[in-house]
């Protein structure tokens, strides 16, 4: 089945740092753009990164470059996202989404504490 599955979401302090994954089923992940979005609630989703098949990167909006980390391990058909340092206003539901044709996973929820 073709499928996106994220994990490693949960609660964690502000200040410390997080990595999600999302895994791929069903289908040739090497070959695919790959993206993470958040959502705040009653908000839509937005960008946060975006990775090229091969590991090319593009961080989104400005104002996370140098906080917010995208990789992936072709070999593992996972994409990551690090964060750190958390801060509160990263609490959100986060999706992984691969661009075309568009799929996405179910959301991982983060809650970041004071």
């Known amino acids: 089945q073709v499928r996106l599955v994220e994990s490693g979401g949960g609660v964690v302090q502000s200040g410390g740092s997080l990595r999600l994954s999302c895994t791929a089923f069903g289908f040739n992940f090497s070959s695919d753009s790959m993206a993470w979005y958040r959502q705040y609630p009653g908000k839509e989703r937005h960008l946060l990164a975006y990775?090229?098949?091969?590991?090319?990167?593009?961080s989104h909006p400005d104002s996370e470059k140098g906080r917010v980390t995208i990789s992936r391990d072709n070999a593992k058909n996972t994409m990551y996202l690090q964060i750190a340092p958390l801060t509160t206003e990263d609490t959100a539901v986060y999706y992984c989404r691969r661009l075309d044709p568009v799929l996405w996973g179910q959301g991982t929820q983060v809650t970041v504490s004071s």
């Open positions: 990775i090229g098949p091969k590991g090319t990167v593009a």
